[in-house]
C-alpha cells in the first residue's frame, strides 16, 4: 500500500507540472487507477478475511476517493450510494473494484463542470452470488461531456469477471454490469 501511495504522489506531482491539457488529464487518470489499487488492496489486507471481502465497502472507498481526486471539477455533483451487501473472493474483489472505479471514473469525467448533478451508485448481490451494480445520474445528456476513454479498460475487467455490461450511447455517464457468480473450486 505505501509503494503505490508513493507512486500516485509522483503521478500527482507530474500531473501539476504538465506542460498541457491532455498530458496532465492522462496523469491524472494514472493516479486514480494506482489510488484505486492501493484502496482495493487496504481494504482486502486489512480486512483479516483470507477468503472473501467486502466489495460493498471497497466500492464506497473507490467511489468517494474518485470524487474527491476531480477537485474544483465535480464540487458540484453530489454523490449518492444504494449499496447493499456484496462479498466476493479476494481474487475477483480487484478486477471488480477497478470495473466500478472505471465506471465511476466515466461518469465523473462525463459529468465534471456540468452543474448540480447527483451520480448514483447502486451494488447488489443476489442471493445466487451474482452481483449487479449501475452508475447513473440524474442529467440531460446534453449537459454532460464525451465519455471518457475508460471503456476499453471496462470491457476488459468485464471479460476477466465474465461480466455482462450495458451502456446508454445517449447518456455517456450511464453504466450497469451484472457479474455471474464465482466458480465453485472443486475440493481436494
Wanted: zero cysteines; aromatic letters at 4%; glycine letters at 6%.
Amino acid at each position: 500500500k505505501n509503494n503505490l501511495q508513493m507512486v500516485a504522489s509522483l503521478l500527482n506531482i507530474q500531473a501539476r507540472a504538465a506542460r498541457d491539457e491532455s498530458e496532465a488529464w492522462g496523469l491524472a487518470r494514472a493516479h486514480d487507477r494506482v489510488q484505486l489499487l492501493a484502496v482495493a488492496h487496504q481494504r482486502i489486507y486489512s480486512s483479516g478475511e483470507l477468503r472473501h471481502v467486502r466489495v460493498d465497502d471497497i466500492a464506497a472507498e473507490v467511489a468517494r476517493q474518485l470524487l474527491q481526486s476531480r477537485g474544483q471539477a465535480a464540487k458540484e455533483i453530489n454523490l449518492v450510494m444504494d449499496l447493499g451487501s456484496a462479498r466476493a473472493g479476494v481474487d475477483r474483489a480487484v478486477p471488480l473494484s477497478f470495473l466500478i472505479g472505471e465506471g465511476i471514473s466515466a461518469a465523473l469525467d462525463a459529468l465534471s463542470d456540468t452543474g448540480p448533478v447527483s451520480l448514483t451508485l447502486a451494488l447488489r448481490q443476489d442471493e445466487d452470488g451474482s452481483t449487479r451494480f449501475a452508475i447513473d445520474a440524474d442529467i440531460d445528456a446534453e449537459r454532460a461531456r464525451a465519455a471518457g476513454s475508460g471503456a476499453r479498460l471496462i470491457d476488459a475487467f468485464a471479460r476477466q469477471l465474465g461480466a455482462t455490461i450495458g451502456r446508454d450511447p445517449a447518456r455517456p455517464y450511464m453504466l450497469w454490469a451484472a457479474v455471474p457468480p464465482e466458480p465453485e473450486l472443486p475440493l481436494d
